[in-house]
């Protein structure tokens, strides 16, 4: 990372990388001068089974395209525990892969860490649905960064439905997102820091009276809800966090 590297990510490079088998898994191509679209099959799945760990560095170069959805796929059927994708600040086109989802499909079991960026980057589509299935692994710790792009529409009706962990971190700011369902943060469960951005949207509507009642279990949250379109009155849950010794908060909605 960090060159003047040009050019495009040679397909050879996923033949090698799906000849071979290890634990842990680096690439590093950031902040170079590649452009193109990225191989989807960078990883093989014949040759990934014992891979646990995964850092993939795509971010800051001039890539274009979609992004393959099935970039993450074959890494699904072994027994991955840590993975980290950088995209951020590309010129894609399309929409969100569908491998932000993260917990989708029951594959991804084992998972107990997980950073999902794709910053600035131009997309479209839908925010992210984080954690639907109520099967996968009971403690994960969770970053996913899309803001900058132009994701439009609602937030799942439930962003989050079981697992725990130490820390939740989501940042959907500066896109035209327009809509918050009631329940969107019911299942955010009991973690130590949650972070959450959706600043800079168009969300509209009231909010929930009891949205702060999926964070009761949080000593650290950081909700940051301005720049939006929200009306009506504030929600009377909304202080009761402060009351509560121990507990620290930061809430924006200006």
């Known amino acids: 990372s960090g060159n003047q590297l040009t050019g495009t990510v040679p397909l050879l490079l996923a033949d090698q990388v799906a000849s071979m088998a290890w634990s842990k898994f680096t690439l590093a191509l950031d902040n170079n001068q590649l452009s193109g679209t990225i191989p989807s099959l960078l990883l093989n ?60 499909a029951q594959a991804f079991m084992n998972l107990n860490q997980v950073s999902l960026s794709c910053f600035n980057c131009s997309l479209t589509g839908i925010a992210p649905n984080i954690l639907p299935n109520s099967t ?65 949207n168009s969300i509209t509507g009231t909010l929930p009276s009891s949205f702060l009642a999926g964070f009761s279990d949080a000593p650290s949250l950081y909700l940051y809800l301005n720049d939006n379109q929200f009306s009506g009155e504030l929600p009377t849950d909304i202080f009761t966090r402060w009351t509560t010794s121990g507990y620290k908060s930061e809430l924006k909605l200006d």
């Open 136 to 200: 996968v692994s009971t403690y994960v710790d969770v970053f996913v960064n899309v803001s900058r792009n132009l994701l439009a529409g609602t937030m799942p009706t439930s962003l989050v439905t079981a697992a725990q962990g130490s820390s939740f971190s989501l940042d959907v700011s500066s896109n035209a997102l327009t809509g918050l369902p009631i329940d969107v943060f019911a299942g955010i469960g009991s973690r130590q820091t949650v972070a959450i951005d959706m600043s800079r």
């Open 45 to 104: 799945s014949t040759y990934t089974k014992q891979l646990n760990t995964m850092i993939l560095g795509l971010g800051g170069n001039k890539f274009n395209g979609g992004i393959p959805a099935d970039l993450l796929d074959p890494i699904a059927t072994g027994w991955l525990s840590s993975v980290s994708v950088n995209m951020d600040n590309n010129t894609f086109t399309g929409s969100l892969p569908s491998f932000f989802n993260i917990f989708a």
